[in-house]
C-alpha cells in the first residue's frame, strides 16, 4: 500500500515536498518512483529511487529542480520540489515496482497546483 501527503498549493518559484508511506512491501529490492498526471495529458515519469543503493533518475522536464530521496527507518520516498511552475500543476502518484519488472502499485494521488 501506498500513501502521499504533502500536496497543495504554490505560487511559481515556490517549493513543495511529496512523500509516500509504503507498507507491505519488501522496499530493498523494489524501486519507488513519481508520476504526475495534468488532466487531458498522458502520465508522465517524474522520477525513481533504487531502493537498494539510493540510485536516481529523473525525467527532463524537472531534472535539476526536483530531488526524489528515501528514508529507510521509516519506509517513505519523498519528492522535493523546488522552482515550480505552472506546468507542473497536475496530480502526482507514488509507484513502486520490483527491480525486474513494470510499475505494479500505485497511491491514490496527491493534487499538486502551482499559481502564476
Known amino acids: 500500500q501506498l500513501v502521499e501527503s504533502g500536496g497543495g498549493l504554490v505560487q511559481a518559484g515556490g517549493s513543495l515536498r511529496l512523500s509516500c508511506a509504503a507498507s507491505?512491501?519488501?522496499?530493498?529490492?523494489?524501486?519507488m518512483g513519481w508520476f504526475r498526471q495534468a488532466p487531458g495529458k498522458e502520465r508522465e515519469f517524474v522520477a525513481h529511487?533504487?531502493?537498494?543503493?539510493?540510485?536516481?533518475y529523473y525525467g527532463d522536464s524537472v531534472k535539476g529542480r526536483f530531488t526524489i530521496f528515501r528514508d529507510n527507518a521509516k519506509n517513505t520516498v519523498s519528492l522535493r520540489m523546488n522552482s515550480l511552475k505552472p506546468e507542473d500543476t497536475a496530480n502526482y502518484y507514488c509507484?513502486?515496482?520490483?527491480?525486474?519488472?513494470?510499475?505494479?502499485?500505485w497511491g491514490q494521488g496527491t493534487q499538486v497546483t502551482v499559481s502564476s
Open positions: 529511487i533504487m531502493w537498494n543503493d539510493g540510485s536516481t
Open positions: 507491505g512491501h519488501t522496499l530493498s529490492t523494489y524501486v
Open positions: 509507484a513502486a515496482r520490483p527491480s525486474l519488472s513494470g510499475w505494479n502499485s
